[in-house]
């Protein structure tokens, strides 16, 4: 057993029994490398991570491996959806090396964390001759090393985004100008730039992989607001529909998983995380007039948060996992043979035309398929008792493991969403998990001085701290929620100016408090969530909508300006911050 037992992360405590001898991120561990003057092994990853659960039983669980990881390294585990400053930073390190990046991360770095080699998943053999190499090329080429670290951290420090100097418009200590920092001719540029990139047959955007893609389509919905540009809209709908007939949607239980293998959305990435599951909720409400079948999935999706994810201490929980019993799909995927074994030859045979499944093409692997919903069948009553003996029978068959980990930001998400769910179709229930998430957050994650936890599990919060999509989430969150939440509000967001500016109209990532890494990192760009810059402007603008201030419009005004080299250059990964950009012009009207 080694020194991850006791961790508050789940994914770090699915290592504990490795026999490498892992250490949590921290000053020991940097002493310890110090002091027998060996390398960081810095493996990065999270629970719900299929090559994650790969590399561990190939490598990790190995005692040969092992072995030689504890001699010639200090291996240290890091959970990314805990650290997201560690991850940023070394993430940054392995695209300036690879050209790519993806988990497990695995970082080679000096004792005071600067990285000088960096990759993701190694099989087994070529693991082996990696660590032979490093530690070598550690013995024999200390110095090499020692400059090709430093080169590193200068290329991650170069392939940062550019900003604008905004200071001299908008004086930190003055009024910002009545007009928007972007022009609308920018914004219809940006929108028409992403629609180019459109995937006109199956909705959203690019080939395989393929990710829902939420801060663009939130961008679209709002530059449509504003414009009353149709084929904005039209792509949303089409997007959101092939969505939830696809098996990236499940069909069954509700919920979409992380993202579909191919650019038709039909075999998805079976994990299943909050944050997607909060941003969707938010689509789908935004459509809910839109059509029965948005209505039907927004209330699907509304109702597996709640049913699923919900905690005993009134919070989100993080994630499902991929894998089921280490195999990808086992909990969701149906051969014919599994159909006529629940439902019977007659009812098997309507479900499979309805489920879009050919017996002698299966859409999965071993002639197994994933549920589709091509249309809506005529016999709603049969559907409906169809899935109901589905999914009994697949609650029998065993099930993925839950992420407990609540995390700050991915709660503030999903309070928001349920909160925009229950204000349009009157849903109580779904404000009032909102509000118990809501108050779970401020009595485990909120200090008495007003700091954010990043974690907790089971009702204890975890040493990480907050980082600004945290601050920038939750006041979201709280803001949507209105009323007495409105205070915890603006008190994050004095959070925000005091930690995270970056004293020209733009934020860092990190507090300038925290823990000192080997950069600071400061991003626009958005993931499968908007940016936490992004977040920042909203949450800013949204305040002063409530309550008068105009000094939150200006700090928004700033930080949309400061950005906009970024925003223009690459308009399909700074969509948060165009919806932040739309959002001003909207209120400045």
Not at 351 to 358: K, T
Not at 400 to 412: H, I, M, S
Not at 526 to 533: E, L, Q, R, V
Request: proline share 6%.
């Amino acid at each position: 057993m080694n020194r991850l037992a006791d961790s508050l992360s789940p994914y770090l405590r699915q290592h504990a029994a490795n026999p490498v001898d892992w250490r949590e991120w921290g000053p020991e561990a940097l002493a310890e490398a110090q002091l027998r003057d060996v390398p960081l092994l810095v493996s990065i990853g999270y629970s719900t991570c299929h090559w994650c659960h790969v590399m561990a039983h190939e490598s990790f669980e190995d005692h040969t491996v092992a072995a030689v990881m504890n001699d010639r390294f200090v291996p240290v585990k890091v959970d990314r959806e805990e650290r997201p400053d560690l991850d940023s930073v070394y993430m940054q390190a392995t695209m300036a090396i690879t050209g790519q990046g993806g988990w497990p991360m695995t970082v080679f770095a000096f004792p005071d964390g600067t990285p000088f080699f960096a990759g993701t998943y190694f099989p087994k053999p070529h693991f082996l001759r990696l660590l032979d190499a490093v530690g070598t090329a550690w013995t024999e080429q200390r110095d090499d090393l020692r400059h090709q670290g430093g080169a590193i951290v200068q290329a991650s420090a170069q392939t940062g985004p550019a900003f604008a100097d905004v200071t001299v418009a908008c004086p930190l200590d003055g009024p910002c100008p009545p007009a928007p920092p972007i022009r609308t001719d920018a914004l219809d540029t940006a929108a028409s730039t992403l629609l180019r990139s459109a995937d006109r047959e199956h909705g959203g955007f690019g080939g395989a992989p393929k990710f829902p893609s939420v801060p663009t389509l939130r961008f679209l919905c709002d530059y449509y607001v504003r414009t009353g540009d149709r084929a904005a809209l039209d792509h949303v709908a089409l997007t959101a529909e092939r969505m939830a007939r696809g098996g990236i949607y499940d069909q069954l239980a509700g919920g979409f998983a992380r993202y579909s293998v191919d650019p038709a959305w039909v075999v998805p990435h079976f994990e299943k995380m909050l944050y997607d599951n909060a941003e969707l909720l938010w689509l789908y409400s935004r459509l809910y007039g839109e059509g029965a079948l948005f209505a039907r999935v927004a209330d699907e999706t509304a109702a597996f948060l709640l049913e699923h994810f919900s905690t005993a201490e009134g919070g989100f929980a993080a994630a499902f996992d991929a894998d089921t019993e280490g195999e990808e799909g086992l909990t969701y995927v149906w051969t014919a043979e599994q159909l006529v074994e629940t439902l019977g030859e007659e009812d098997a045979a309507w479900a499979a035309e309805a489920f879009g499944i050919d017996p002698a093409a299966p859409n999965f692997e071993h002639g197994a398929n994933v549920l589709l919903l091509p249309r809506d069948p005529a016999d709603d009553a049969r559907l409906a008792a169809v899935k109901h003996r589905l999914l009994a029978a697949r609650r029998r068959r065993p099930q993925p493991e839950r992420d407990d980990k609540v995390v700050a930001a991915w709660n503030g998400l999903a309070i928001a969403a349920l909160a925009e769910y229950s204000s349009r179709t009157g849903h109580r229930d779904s404000l009032l998990a909102a509000e118990r998430a809501a108050e779970s957050l401020v009595r485990l994650h909120l200090s008495d001085e007003g700091r954010l936890a990043r974690a907790s599990l089971g009702g204890e919060a975890s040493e990480a701290p907050g980082i600004l999509e945290d601050y920038a989430a939750v006041a979201l969150g709280f803001l949507r929620l209105g009323g007495d939440w409105t205070d915890r509000a603006t008190g994050l967001l004095e959070q925000i100016r005091a930690h995270f500016s970056d004293g020209e109209g733009g934020f860092f990532d990190t507090a300038s408090d925290a823990e000192e890494l080997v950069s600071r990192p400061a991003d626009v760009h958005d993931g499968p969530t908007a940016s936490g810059w992004a977040l920042a402007a909203a949450a800013l603008l949204e305040a002063w909508q409530v309550t008068s201030d105009e000094t939150y419009k200006d700090d928004a005004w700033r930080a949309i300006a400061r950005a906009e080299p970024a925003m223009s250059a690459n308009p399909r990964f700074t969509a948060g911050l165009h919806a932040a950009a739309e959002a001003l012009v909207r209120a400045q009207k």
